[in-house]
């Protein structure tokens, strides 16, 4: 069979941070802060879908919309997912986030419950292909010694989107402003403004050069590569060092579903459990609570449609915060020990605060705090799963790894949860809610063993060496520089 040798993955390993990293983290990173404004403007819009004259939701309905969005959003990574180990990362980026301005607009535009619920689905299905697309892209770029903090940091920007949406229903929505039934249309609207601007931005992203090379394109992946080098030196008058590890690739055709399977059954046991295990509890934890926590403040507390941005803005900024801080860790004290430790102090202070809430010792302020302080440490957690899945596969089945995870533990943990909550939180019994978030803390809890006994240390090691190409004539043993 015929072979190439190649040492792209070294030279793309060695490189310094430069401003060709910093634009794919702002040009692919664009992808959280939307899918963070989405579900955000569902959670914080959820009083004025109920009050608009002429949706006029019920909370089960709010519930049963926020389903069909992450069922959009399944469905999108599946399909989107596996075009983009065939077609490759950079042409799924326009066609999933043209689907996902349509989409959003066009829930703006909703005239029932129907309308509304399918545009949610069809919006979800761009996010999740995006989703697909982007963490292959971005794991496939990034300097292994960088990599950690910086997916965590990317998926944790998910709440500057949160944040965002947070300030503008605080505006849209002030009584008088605006006519009941515009305020959230607008709002709505807001996420295709922000993604036409992107647009712009990523007509300067390279396609991945690791795709390339695994489909024989090496040529065009050097191409890239000395383009990017080049940027590089230029910017710092500095050469670079020198790259040391070459891969040997056999040529190969697309990989089919059934290689797909058994690369996940057959070769990867283990770190599937994990996937599944890590990605599934904390859909479950997230989806439960931020998706109807608009509806615990204005059932339990009192609070009004208009005011339900002031809560939700804490939310986000510990959300974003425990990411950005937090992430420097993953790559030094490791990937085994960060992520079971933020997933088990997750799911013990969920107990804790749970059973304050039982009580009746907290108020909208007071539950609004623990909740920042328990995802400054549960973003973490959750940013850490998508990482742990998007660099333990081979490269080849990549993003269709990624989709297939992201389906499963949103299917097993996520879409149920909004749908179960609406209707705890409809009973206006304070303990029946207990017992939902008690069952997100005992997930999170699993999911801390589960990182623990199966684990990988994946920490400033190149993918490749992680987990080898289906195309790979022999093991890549490269010797990566782990400097800052």
């Given at each position: 069979?015929?072979?190439?040798?190649?040492?792209?993955?070294?030279?793309?390993?060695r490189?310094?941070?430069?401003?060709?990293?910093?634009?794919?983290?702002v040009?692919?990173?664009?992808?959280?802060?939307?899918?963070?404004?989405?579900?955000?403007l569902?959670?914080?819009?959820?009083?004025?879908?109920?009050?608009?004259?002429?949706?006029?939701l019920?909370?089960?309905?709010?519930?049963?919309?926020?389903?069909?969005y992450?069922?959009?959003?399944?469905?999108?990574?599946?399909?989107?997912?596996?075009?983009?180990?065939?077609?490759?990362?950079?042409?799924?980026?326009?066609?999933?986030?043209g689907?996902?301005l349509?989409?959003?607009?066009?829930?703006?535009?909703?005239?029932?419950?129907?309308?509304y619920?399918a545009?949610?689905?069809?919006?979800?299905?761009?996010?999740?292909g995006?989703?697909?697309?982007?963490?292959?892209a971005i794991?496939?770029?990034?300097?292994?010694?960088?990599?950690?903090?910086?997916?965590?940091?990317i998926n944790?920007?998910?709440w500057?989107?949160?944040?965002?949406?947070?300030?503008?229903?605080l505006?849209?929505?002030?009584?008088?402003?605006?006519?009941p039934?515009?305020g959230?249309?607008?709002?709505f609207?807001?996420?295709?403004?922000?993604?036409?601007?992107?647009?712009?931005?990523?007509?300067?992203v390279p396609?991945?050069?690791?795709?390339?090379?695994?489909?024989?394109r090496?040529?065009e992946?050097?191409?890239?590569?000395?383009?990017?080098?080049?940027?590089?030196?230029?910017?710092?008058?500095?050469?670079l060092?020198?790259?040391?590890?070459?891969?040997r690739?056999?040529?190969?055709?697309?990989?089919?579903l059934?290689?797909?399977?058994?690369?996940?059954?057959?070769?990867y046991?283990?770190?599937?459990v994990?996937?599944?295990?890590?990605?599934?509890?904390?859909?479950?934890?997230?989806n439960?609570?931020?998706?109807t926590?608009?509806?615990?403040?204005?059932r339990?507390y009192?609070?009004?449609?208009?005011?339900?941005?002031?809560?939700?803005l804490?939310?986000?900024?510990?959300?974003?915060t425990?990411?950005?801080?937090?992430?420097?860790?993953f790559?030094?004290?490791?990937?085994?020990?960060?992520?079971?430790g933020?997933?088990?102090?997750?799911?013990?202070?969920?107990?804790?605060?749970?059973?304050?809430?039982?009580?009746g010792?907290l108020?909208?302020?007071?539950?609004?705090?623990?909740?920042?302080?328990?995802?400054?440490?549960?973003?973490?957690?959750?940013?850490a799963?998508y990482?742990?899945?998007?660099e333990?596969?081979?490269?080849?089945?990549?993003?269709?790894?990624?989709?297939?995870?992201?389906?499963?533990?949103?299917?097993?943990?996520?879409?149920?949860?909004?749908?179960?909550?609406?209707?705890?939180i409809?009973?206006?019994?304070?303990?029946q809610?207990?017992?939902?978030y008690?069952l997100?803390?005992?997930?999170?809890?699993?999911?801390?063993?589960?990182?623990?006994v199966?684990?990988?240390?994946?920490?400033?090691?190149?993918l490749?060496?992680?987990a080898?190409?289906?195309?790979?004539a022999?093991?890549?043993?490269?010797?990566?520089?782990t400097?800052e």
């Open positions: 069979m015929e072979t190439a040798e190649t040492d792209i993955p070294a030279r793309l390993d490189l310094p941070w430069s401003a060709f990293h910093s634009l794919i983290v040009a692919l990173g664009i992808t959280w802060i939307l899918d963070g404004l989405e579900v955000t569902a959670g914080s819009l959820s009083g004025a879908l109920q009050d608009s004259p002429v949706l006029h019920s909370a089960t309905q709010i519930g049963a919309a926020a389903s069909t992450l069922l959009g959003v399944v469905g999108g990574a599946i399909g989107f997912g596996w075009l983009t180990d065939r077609w490759g990362r950079k042409r799924l980026f326009t066609i999933t986030l689907l996902y349509v989409a959003t607009a066009a829930t703006a535009c909703s005239w029932s419950f129907w309308s619920a545009f949610r689905m069809l919006t979800g299905a761009g996010i999740g995006e989703g697909t697309a982007i963490n292959s794991q496939e770029l990034m300097p292994a010694r960088y990599r950690g903090r910086t997916d965590l940091a944790g920007s998910f500057v989107g949160a944040a965002m949406a947070a300030a503008s229903t505006i849209l929505l002030h009584p008088g402003r605006l006519p039934d515009v959230w249309r607008v709002a609207g807001t996420g295709a403004v922000l993604g036409l601007g992107i647009l712009v931005l990523r007509r300067h396609e991945s050069p690791r795709w390339l090379m695994v489909h024989g090496i040529g992946a050097t191409r890239i590569v000395d383009e990017i080098e080049a940027r590089i030196t230029a910017s710092t008058g500095r050469p060092p020198l790259a040391q590890g070459t891969l690739l056999i040529a190969r055709g697309h990989t089919s059934r290689e797909v399977a058994r690369t996940l059954i057959t070769l046991p283990r770190r599937t994990l996937g599944i295990v890590l990605i599934a509890s904390q859909a479950f934890f997230y439960a609570i931020f998706f926590y608009a509806l615990v403040l204005r339990f009192g609070i009004g449609a208009a005011s339900i941005g002031w809560y939700l804490p939310f986000a900024l510990g959300n974003f425990g990411p950005l801080l937090l992430g420097h860790w790559d030094t004290i490791g990937r085994r020990p960060m992520i079971a933020t997933y088990a102090l997750s799911g013990v202070l969920l107990a804790g605060v749970a059973a304050m809430f039982g009580a010792l108020d909208a302020t007071t539950q609004t705090m623990a909740w920042s302080v328990i995802f400054f440490f549960a973003s973490a957690a959750a940013s799963a990482l742990t899945i998007s333990s596969f081979p490269l080849e089945v990549r993003a269709i790894a990624i989709a297939l995870f992201y389906a499963a533990g949103t299917l097993l943990g996520g879409v149920a949860a909004p749908w179960l909550f609406g209707h705890l409809a009973s206006g019994e304070r303990h809610v207990v017992w939902g008690l997100g803390a005992v997930l999170m809890l699993g999911a801390a063993l589960t990182e623990l199966l684990g990988i240390a994946a920490e400033r090691r190149p490749e060496s992680i080898a190409p289906l195309s790979a022999d093991p890549y043993l490269p010797a990566v520089g400097g």
